[in-house]
């Protein structure tokens, strides 16, 4: 099955400068890539996701990028605020169905 | 809308009990995905129906674990003879069914085994 790498699992930035977060994945029959946001002792929820006929999608200060030919995608996020601190996953599923494989997840803080 | 709900929240078992966790999913979506939570192994899918019906169980433990969704607004995750490293927080999540519609969790039922 399908395996999602993430990096880094922590990551501490400045308020205000930017974070980026990092995924690849294995199977190149993907073609949904969802970016959840977690709070602590909270669900998580969509903020951004891109498909395998787009490059680069943008909403707001969320930034998604996505090489299919490397297999990678990732997560910018521009002018970082500390409402932005939380773990963060990617994740990634094959047409067809709606499964998703997730990676391990970044714990972003941002530190005021 | 009152989203996914489980129940219940926190789940306190003696190691080798039965533990029983519900999920209703968001009316009208046809897909209900179970997912286990660790620090350590972070975000980890167990199983789904599509229209009730099991599609993929390739993420559960064989023996002592099994789901089963009797109808459309309810599924069961059971855990016979609990360890503890059952210990978790085990999400329920549904959507629209089909490929890349939105994934909505529920809160979470954390498990612990003592």
């Known amino acids: 099955g399908e395996q999602v790498e993430q990096l880094p699992s922590i990551l501490r930035v400045q308020e205000g400068s930017s974070a980026s977060i990092n995924c690849s994945y294995e199977d190149s029959a993907s073609n949904y890539f969802p970016w959840y946001k977690q709070e602590p002792g909270e669900n998580p929820k969509l903020i951004i996701d891109?498909?395998?006929?787009?490059e680069r999608k943008q909403i707001q200060e969320l930034i998604v990028l996505l090489d299919k030919k490397a297999k990678r995608f990732s997560l910018h996020i521009t002018d970082t605020q500390p409402g932005d601190s939380a773990m963060y996953f990617c994740a990634a599923s094959t047409g067809g169905n709606n499964k998703l494989t997730f990676g391990q997840g970044t714990v972003l803080s941002v530190i005021p | 809308n009152a989203g996914v709900i489980q129940t219940p929240r926190h789940k306190v078992t003696g190691k080798g009990q039965e533990a029983t966790l519900w999920c209703e999913p968001i009316s009208g979506h046809s897909a209900v995905f179970w997912y286990r939570q660790t620090i350590v192994q972070g975000l980890e899918f167990l199983t789904y129906?599509?229209?009730?019906?099991?599609?993929?169980d390739s993420g559960m433990p064989k023996e002592r674990f099994s789901a089963q969704m009797p109808n459309q607004s309810h599924s069961t995750l059971k855990i016979q003879s609990t360890q503890p490293q059952d210990s978790a927080v085990y999400l329920c999540a549904s959507s629209l069914g089909t490929s890349g519609n939105t994934l909505y969790f529920g809160e979470g039922s954390r498990l612990i085994v003592v």
């Open positions: 129906f599509r229209n009730q019906a099991p599609i993929d």
């Open positions: 891109i498909r395998s006929n787009m």
